[in-house]
Each structure stands twice: as structure tokens, then as C-alpha cells.
């Protein structure tokens, strides 16, 4: 079987144990939503609260993608799973592309959602010239997460305290996107006198980070859960 | 199928396996047996290419297993302590997913859950809800539908009912019958003396034949 093959079978597993599971929106959103609510009342400020709602839509983002990310794990070695898929002979390649997809469509409903709580809690708008630079960003940045997270999942899946681990290892590596992902954001909403065409710096990078995760990722990803 | 000269496979610092050589044939069914701890667990995992080979020369089928563990990995079932599914999903996803990473068929997977008599009412259930015997049912099910050459079971017993006992008994040797190896760790001596065409004592992370 092709590895795009397993990849697609992979991913779609995922988003199935998703569905029947109900993790997104029984505990992820309701953790995102009390995060931004939480930030809304510390800064109790509406000018500062504009001011920086982009990087509270990544900050809380950030933290829901570690719970996605244990998630995504703790189902593959719960009993075994991850295990037997070594033992099957799946390509890690298609493991890594497969659970990197699944992560991103999951991360991708949540930023949507998230950033209309962001338009409701922080009194956002989203200017018309600035939509075609907010969705790429989103997509940017959501590969780039998706890539990261399944790396250092991966990675933690076997460890003794990965609970306390994966956070360790991920919030540092996903710094990049955070600044890329705010800045760019700031500009499709206007936010702070920015304009569109400075966020498209940003995407640039966020862009080769997602490139740079994903071929690395893909390529790691079979050593790094081997013995 | 299976030729092991002094092999040695490490966890972490420690020799699980501490010079292991054997050789088991197409056709066999090769019962491990031995006390807690002797290294029976770590030798199928070893042949399954889960654990590396850091001394001694390991064939598995065709394939160097030292240099192609990868290749090695899709001619092998393993079931193990765990069973490998996926709690959330029903039997069917979990069959059907396991059949298809290997490539099986459509026909190849529903003949595996009607073979482990998982494929009447548990079908739509969540593996969560089952019990462990139907799990475990479930587990050799998806093992089934995979068509390794070589199946290495741990305590394949534990959990089954006398009538699923009796069927995993009927696919293993209808599997050793068809050509493919089969290596069996169990403490169930009595059953499983029966079922083997050769018994092998695992002792101290080096093998004895009985």
C-alpha cells in the first residue's frame, strides 16, 4: 500500500475516534474557552484586550494543542496500538503524515472557533482585504503546529512523565509560530495600526517553519519511535 | 523461517536476550515456555523487530533482521500483553483498519471476524465495551486478517472462553498448516503442549529445546 494510501488511513482513523470520542468539544473547547475568558477578565482592559487578542488566540491555541496532542497519543498507546502498528510494518512516514493531517483539521475547527470567540470577547473585526492574509495564516500556522506536536508526541509517546515532557519540549519549538502567527494576524485585523502587507512576512515564515517541521518530522518520525 | 545464532537484545543496559540460538521451520508450532521473567516476551518482540539486535546474527522468513526490520515487520503478527485496538472504535472499524493496513480485502476481513466470532452482534460495539475475552477475540481477529507468515503470540489463551480456546487452537494450526511459523509463549502448559509441535524452554534469557 501506498504510504499516501495509509497516511489517508491514518488521518481518517484519527478524526473517526474523534467523532465518537467527542474530546474537541467536550473538553479542548471548553479549555480554550475559559482560557480566553480567563485572559478577558486578568486584562479587564478593552483597548489592551484589543490590542493583544491575536496573541491570545495563539496563546490558547498553543495550550489546546498540547491536550490534542496527549490525546493523539495516549490513544496509540493506551493498549498497545502505536506498538502494533510497528510490529504491522506501517510505514512511520505514513504514521507521522497521517496523525499530522488529523491534528490539523482538528487544530483548524478550533482556530475558527476561537477566533470568533476572539470577535465576541475582545471586540474584533475581521476587515474585508484582510480575510485572504487571516486564512492563510491560519493554515500556515496550523501545519506548522500539526507538525511540531506530532514530532515531539511521538517522541514523548514512550516516556516515563510525558505528561510534564511534551509541554517541556513543544511550547519552546512552537515560539516561532506564536510571534509569526500574531504579528500576521495583527495585520489582517488592522489591529494596532498594522496593515495587511506587513503579515505577509510572517506567513513567509511560518510557512518554511511548517516546511521545515514537516519534512524533518517526516523523516525523524520512524527513528525517534523505534528502539 | 526463524535462525537465531547467539543473539543478543538489550533493555536498556540489561541482556533480556543473553545469546539466543534457535532456529524454528515453516509449518512449526514452537511453544516457549519458562518462568516469569526469563526473556520468552522479549524474544518475540525481538522477532517481531521491535527490539534491536546488538549481537549475533537473527534471520527472520528471508530478511537479515539486524539490516531489514522494517521489511521483517510486514511479513509478522504479533499479539502481545496488549491487545492493539482502538477503545472508541467499534470491532468492525478496528478489524477493517488493522486488514487494511496489510492490504487485506474486503472478504479477508469479514471471513477474519466471523472466523473469531466477532461478527454478529459485538460488530458495532465499541471495543471499550467488550469484555476482555471479546477484546482478545478482536485482537486475533485483526491478527487474522493481517495473513503474517509468521505469528507470535503472547499467553493467546488468557481471557477466551473453552470455545474460543478451541477455535484459536483450529487457526493455528490451519496457519503452521499453510505454510506460515507460529512461536507461542504460554503458561498454559497443558493446552499448549498439545497445540505445538515443539516445546522450547526460556531460561535466563538463553533457550533450551526440551
Known sequence: MSVWKITWLIALKDLRIERRSRVITDQVLPFAGVTMLIFAFALDADSVLERVAPGLIWLATMFSLLVLVQRAFSIETDDGALDAMRVAGVDARAIYLGKSLSLAVQLLVLEVILLGAAIVLYAQTVPLDGVVLLVVTLLTATCGLASVGTLYGGLAAGIRGRETLLPLLTLPAVAPVLIGATRAVEAALGTAGAVVSDGWPWVGLLAVFAVAFGVGGTLAFGPLIDE | ?210
Open chain 2, 1 to 210: 523461517m526463524v535462525s537465531f545464532r547467539d543473539v543478543v537484545a538489550v533493555l536498556g543496559t540489561f541482556p533480556a536476550l543473553a545469546g539466543v540460538t534457535l532456529d524454528v521451520e515453516a509449518g512449526e508450532i514452537v511453544l516457549l515456555q519458562g518462568p516469569n521473567g526469563a526473556g520468552k516476551t522479549t524474544l518475540l518482540r525481538t522477532c517481531a523487530g521491535l527490539l534491536p539486535v546488538v549481537r549475533g546474527t537473527a534471520r527472520i522468513l528471508e530478511f537479515d533482521l539486524a539490516a531489514d526490520r522494517d521489511v521483517v515487520r510486514r511479513h509478522v503478527g504479533l499479539l502481545g500483553h496488549q491487545n492493539g485496538l482502538y477503545v472508541d472504535l467499534t470491532v468492525r472499524d478496528n478489524v477493517r483498519f488493522w486488514g487494511a493496513t496489510a492490504g487485506a480485502s474486503h472478504d479477508e476481513i469479514v471471513a477474519a471476524m466471523v472466523r473469531l466470532d466477532v461478527h454478529d452482534r459485538l460488530v458495532d460495539v465499541p471495543v471499550r465495551k467488550l469484555s476482555a475475552g471479546q477484546r482478545r477475540r478482536t485482537a486475533l481477529a485483526c491478527l487474522v486478517a493481517r495473513r503474517a507468515r509468521l505469528w507470535l503470540l503472547d499467553e493467546p489463551h488468557a481471557g477466551l472462553d473453552a470455545a474460543s480456546r478451541d477455535e484459536l487452537d483450529r487457526i493455528l494450526r490451519q496457519a503452521a498448516a499453510s505454510g506460515a511459523t507460529v512461536i507461542v509463549a504460554s503458561h498454559e502448559l497443558e493446552r499448549a503442549t498439545s497445540l505445538a509441535t515443539r516445546v522450547v524452554e526460556v531460561v535466563a534469557g538463553q533457550v533450551r529445546e526440551t
